[in-house]
Every structure is written in structure tokens, then in C-alpha cells.
């Protein structure tokens, strides 16, 4: 067993052998995309190659994926109220977004304050389809972003569903595939997706890469965030990232080629990791268990610890976990996602995020119940103390 067992995928993944293949490889290739010499070219191969891949993870056409820096960027990129459909160059009235957005998204790109609506989830943390329905009755031209997956849950949205209320109402749907692509199915088609974004870091590429898909040459955004050169088709100045972008590329081929077998094989681990918990500690809660959720992902809490703690005493255990929410200067904020969901508040900073991805072993799982059991205990050693 490796002196450490890291349960942090969401945050971010290795990077697949693959992808560091195609980086060290690429980084070795001279020429800029953009220039016509030889050496130019073989750089364009790489990033035209790479774009084959990542659509093919979508089940889009290649010609409708733009590269940018990051997850982040695509969300600002596609959150405008500039997008323009044929037939249609009136801009975007409103952003309905859910409540459990990530903050990319919740920072509503480049819509005024006053034109961006919530959209509640239920307590098992999925959108809420009527609520969303009357939303879009409100307005004329909306703009709707969901997320396919929670980062902090793992609770799956029902997109389809959405795209079609979305659709009816003569909107657009943006689809924020971050922590789903490569987990589960992400067809755009079948998604009834609009625009949908993605992250390299998360399937195993680099980090700092991400791309915007959108469903056709009839959506077009016209105020790309970044202008200048022509890359990307106008969507996206500057000189692409190359090695990042071979990387994305490599990764995303794995990433679509492994997922079925992976997907079951952490289904199976995540399955085995809950019981267990369970068994240590009964009252533990386990956020969106009702719900669908991606089979790498577990949040729970249990009343009275702190996930500032647990974290730091997991970590001393060779553990690597996360707290759910976000964490400013070393202390968590009360997460938006469990506030969303109508969790107790005595629960909110208390979200533990475990997040499995394609190395973890059965080994680590037991070394995730050994630490648990420790701190456990102890907590529970402390409060007899108290009570004496
Ligand atoms: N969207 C979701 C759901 C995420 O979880 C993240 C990152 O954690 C992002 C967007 C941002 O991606 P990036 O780290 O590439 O900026």
C-alpha cells in the first residue's frame, strides 16, 4: 500500500500516464498552431487531434469545442447574455441558475445582478423541476445553468428533464459536466445541452485547461471574453495551450474508454466505504444518499464534528479528504450546497468530502475506516469525559 491514500478527486486527479505522455511529448514539438511552417503544423495536428478527443467524450461534433484556460473561464465564456441562435440575435434576459451551482457559476459571468434568479433543490439535492418551470414562465429569452453533478454531493441533476422544460420555454441550457465527465454517460445530445463545460484536471489532464462545447454551428456567444488573435475560431485568443491541450486530449480518450469498467469498480468501493462508516458511526449522515449521485463521491457529517477537524486528523493519518464546502483562511464556511438542500445548521460546516477516483484500492478504504475509527473514538471518549 502507498504511504498515503488520496480521496480528493473531486478537487482535482493525477494525471493519467496517457495525458503525461502527450505532455512530455508535446512540449517537445517547437512551432505555434498558428503558423503554416512545418513545425507550426505539427502543433495544430496536436491540438486538432486532441479536439477529436474531447468532442468524441462528449459526443459532439469537433468543430464545437473551444479550449480555454479552465473550467472557471468556459462557465464565464458561455454565462453571457450574448448568445445568439439563428434566427434569434436578441440577448438573453435572464440567468436561472440552481442553488447549488459551483462558485464559477454562481458568480453569474456576465449578467448583471438584478437579471440572475435561484432555482431551489430539494433536500436530496436535485433541482427542483417546477420550481424551475414557473422561473422560466417569467421570462422571455433565459439563459438556464445545471450542473450535471454536485462537486460536493455527487447528486446527479436531472438535465434531461430540465433541457426539455428549458427548450419549451424558447431558452437556452448551459450544463456545467466538470465533475461528470468521464464518471458517467455524457452524451450533449441526449443531455439536450445548449453549451456545456468541462475540465481537463478532473479526467486525468492537466491542470489550467478546460473547454466550452456547445451543440452546434447555430449557437454562436458574441462577446467572447478574451479577444485578439484569431484562435479558436475568434471564441478564444491567445496561443492555445498546447501540451495541456494534447494532454486534455489523451486524457478524455482514457477517460471515455475506461469509464464503464471504472465507474462499476467505484461504485463498488464507495459502496463498501459508506457501510463502513456506518457501521463505526451509526448517527453519521450521508448527504443525497436518496438521490442519484456519481459513483466516486461521498459526503457525510455527524453532529459535533467539525470538518476543519476531521480533515486535519484524516490528513495525520495519511488520509487525504476534503471539507464539502469551501474554506477561507483554514476555516470552512457553512456549505451553499447542504444550506440549498435545507440541512441543519448544526450540519453545515460539518461536510467531510471523500471522492474516489481510478487508483483507489480496497486498501485505502480500510485505511479511510482505521482513521475514521480513530477520530471516532476518540471524539467519543472526549464527550464521555465531558459528560463525567
Ligand atoms: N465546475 C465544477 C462543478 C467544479 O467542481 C469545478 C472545480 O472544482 C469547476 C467548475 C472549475 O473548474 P476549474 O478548476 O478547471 O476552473
Known amino acids: 500500500m502507498s504511504e498515503r491514500s488520496y480521496f480528493d478527486w473531486n478537487a482535482t486527479t493525477p494525471m493519467r500516464e496517457e495525458a503525461q505522455r502527450a505532455f512530455a ?8 498552431p498558428s503558423s503554416v ?3 507550426g503544423r505539427s502543433a495544430r495536428r496536436l491540438v486538432e487531434h486532441a479536439r477529436d478527443d474531447v468532442a468524441a467524450l462528449v459526443g459532439a461534433r469537433p468543430a464545437d469545442v473551444f479550449f480555454t484556460s479552465s473550467g472557471t473561464e468556459a462557465n464565464m465564456l458561455a454565462l453571457t447574455p450574448a448568445i445568439e441562435t439563428v434566427g434569434e440575435r ?3 434576459d435572464r440567468l436561472l441558475m440552481s442553488a447549488i451551482e459551483h462558485s464559477s457559476v454562481r458568480s ?13 433543490v430539494g433536500g436530496d439535492g436535485q433541482i427542483d423541476l417546477d420550481a424551475l418551470s414557473d422561473a422560466v414562465a417569467k421570462a422571455s429569452r433565459p439563459l438556464v445553468s445545471i450542473m450535471l453533478a454536485n462537486n460536493e454531493t455527487g447528486v446527479l441533476q436531472p438535465v434531461a428533464a430540465a433541457a426539455a422544460i428549458v427548450h419549451a420555454a424558447g431558452g437556452l441550457l448551459h450544463v456545467d459536466a466538470v465533475q461528470a465527465a468521464g464518471r458517467i454517460p455524457c452524451d450533449m445530445g441526449a443531455l439536450g445541452a445548449d453549451l456545456l463545460t468541462l475540465s481537463a484536471h478532473k479526467i486525468g489532464g492537466a491542470k489550467g485547461v478546460g473547454a466550452l462545447v456547445r451543440r452546434g454551428d447555430d449557437i454562436h456567444i458574441a462577446d467572447p471574453l478574451i479577444r485578439g488573435g484569431g484562435q479558436e475560431r475568434s471564441m ?8 495541456g491541450i494534447a494532454a486534455f486530449g489523451a486524457a478524455a480518450a482514457a477517460a471515455r474508454n475506461g469509464r464503464a469498467v471504472e ?3 467505484m461504485s463498488a468501493l464507495r459502496s463498501a466505504l459508506e457501510a463502513g462508516l456506518k457501521t463505526i458511526s451509526p448517527q453519521a449522515v450521508i448527504f443525497g444518499a436518496g438521490a442519484e449521485r456519481l459513483p466516486n463521491t461521498t459526503l457525510f457529517a455527524l453532529e459535533g464534528v467539525k470538518a476543519e477537524t476531521a480533515v486535519i486528523a484524516f490528513d495525520l493519518e495519511g488520509v487525504a479528504v476534503s471539507s464539502g464546502a469551501a474554506c477561507s483562511s483554514g476555516k470552512v464556511q457553512p456549505s451553499h450546497v447542504l444550506a440549498a438542500m435545507g440541512i441543519s445548521p ?8 471523500v471522492s474516489l477516483g481510478w487508483t483507489t484500492t480496497e486498501a485505502d478504504i480500510e485505511r479511510f475506516h482505521s482513521a ?15 459528560a463525567a
Not at 448544526?346 to 468530502?353: C, E, I, Q, T, Y
Not at 475514521?372 to 465531558?386: F, I, N, Y
Request: glycine share 12%.
Open 346 to 353: 448544526a450540519l453545515l460546516r460539518g461536510g467531510v468530502r
Open 90 to 92: 436578441r440577448v438573453r
Open 372 to 386: 475514521w475509527r480513530k477520530l471516532a473514538t476518540a471524539l467519543s471518549k472526549e464527550r464521555q469525559g465531558v
Open 37 to 39: 511552417h512545418a513545425e
Open 108 to 120: 453569474g459571468g456576465r449578467f448583471l445582478r438584478d437579471a440572475i434568479f435561484d432555482i431551489p
Open 236 to 243: 478564444r485568443a491567445g496561443t492555445e495551450n498546447v501540451a
Open 25 to 32: 511529448d508535446a512540449m517537445a514539438v517547437v512551432g505555434n
Open 263 to 265: 465507474a462499476e469498480r
